[in-house]
């Protein structure tokens, strides 16, 4: 008797796994260590760079609106692999940079590669694969973001200090082209060759979703609705809004939150924390993935809302390594799902053909309005001297944010078809 065959769709998501390692990895949470590496090596104001980290994250939401398109136009293999050159390019003009305006340049390339191998990419990468299972095939594919934070954090800190900050991109950089390169080649890629790569689905293979035996033979559905009536639903306004929100506040502060504790805690243990963060991420998000199936996604987006506030008062208010690490802990438990949970409220409140470009308009506007972040917490803390009040403004605004996502439950049970 043969074994079944292991659905292909798993081994996909494992890609989309290990691609969110290297580009949260370095895109995400590396603008954190580099903003302190760089404030200490040049003496360059926090305020400066943290423009700087605002273009690369700013660069990154225009190309995420168009990224539909150019997997369209280009395969998702092929546009993985050059988001990884991107973002190694980037890394190196990071680290060799001279003057503070270089930073700018080297956020072009790092943006554009962020852009393409980062929420909604991973989006995209698994989506085609799973239905019923998606909620967990997603929570994998995202905490390879989380893993990213816990091993590139200290990883960044140590290797700048040991080899350097233009050797440690020239290794990272080049590790990543090298992995991305293979995971495209073998399995987002791996279609007939006559066949563009962004048709490689499950129907290929004579499957349905979830590795389910396919009745079909049908073609595929045109999107049903244009841009501008999905962004004009109340749902897509309330989801886009309560998620740019409470991103703004997270990137804030983790793009800051090695210079906070650094002061008190020492940078060894402030990279220890944040990967701590990481791995509260990694829990947070499994265990969401696990149980969310059929209950309400917009409460529990609040409760994760809910929950990080108190982790950010505690970095307000904590000190000492025991009020910082639970306030460390608290955070990082929504952390990972804060990017997980919107391609999943949209899977249930938007058709199945809506759904990509739903997301890939939600996570651009959210990338384009976190991408202030940066900049603002750090010119709080040049003017005031401290990270309370910036803090403070983040706690706020992610309570705004768990009002908005909750106003929207009012609009799930009108047909998904109404503007």
């Known amino acids: 008797m043969v074994a079944a065959r292991r659905f292909f769709g798993w081994s996909v998501a494992w890609s989309a796994f290990a691609i969110a390692v290297f580009a949260w990895g370095t895109g995400f949470y590396g603008p954190s260590v580099f903003l302190q590496s760089l404030h200490e090596m040049r003496g360059w104001p926090i305020s400066q760079i943290s423009m700087a980290i605002t273009a690369h994250f700013l660069l990154s939401a225009i190309v995420i609106a168009c990224l539909p398109e150019i997997h369209h136009g280009v395969g998702i293999a092929k546009t993985t692999f050059l988001g990884a050159v991107l973002t190694a390019a980037g890394l190196i003009l990071w680290s060799s940079s001279r003057e503070s305006w270089q930073l700018f340049v080297a956020a072009i390339p790092s943006g554009a590669g962020w852009a393409m191998t980062s929420g909604a990419a991973l989006n995209a990468i698994v989506a085609r694969w799973f239905d019923r299972d998606r909620p967990i095939a997603i929570a994998l594919a995202f905490n390879g973001a989380s893993v990213g934070g816990v091993l590139f954090v200290p990883m960044w800190v140590s290797l700048i200090r040991s080899i350097g900050f233009p050797s440690a991109a020239l290794l990272v950089g080049g590790c990543m082209v090298a992995m991305v390169g293979y995971l495209s080649v073998r399995f987002l890629a791996k279609a007939p060759e006559d066949m563009a790569p962004e048709d490689m689905a499950p129907e290929d293979m004579g499957l349905a979703p979830d590795g389910d035996a396919s009745h079909q033979a049908e073609a595929r559905p045109t999107p049903r609705r244009t841009r501008i009536e999905i962004v004009r639903s109340w749902r897509f306004i309330t989801i886009s809004a309560a998620f740019s929100l409470g991103l703004f506040a997270q990137i804030g502060l983790l793009a800051h939150l090695v210079a906070r504790l650094s002061p008190e805690l020492g940078i060894e243990h402030a990279g220890f924390l944040v990967s701590l963060a990481t791995v509260c991420a990694v829990i947070g998000r499994t265990a969401a993935g696990k149980w969310i199936g059929g209950h309400d996604r917009r409460l529990a ?119």
């Open 301 to 419: 987006a609040a409760a994760n809302f809910a929950v990080q506030i108190v982790g950010v008062l505690l970095l307000i208010f904590g000190s000492g390594p025991v009020g910082l690490t639970l306030g460390c802990v608290l955070f990082g438990l929504g952390i990972g799902n804060l990017t997980s949970l919107p391609p999943l409220i949209v899977q249930k409140e938007f058709e199945r053909e809506d759904v990509a470009t739903a997301v890939a308009l939600i996570i651009a506007i959210n990338q384009g309005v976190f991408a202030f972040a940066p900049a603002i917490i750090g010119a709080m803390r040049d003017t005031t001297a401290n990270y309370q009040l910036p803090f403070a403004l983040i706690a706020l605004i992610q309570l705004l944010a768990a009002v908005i996502i909750l106003l929207g439950r009012r609009s799930t049970r009108a047909p998904a078809t109404s503007p």
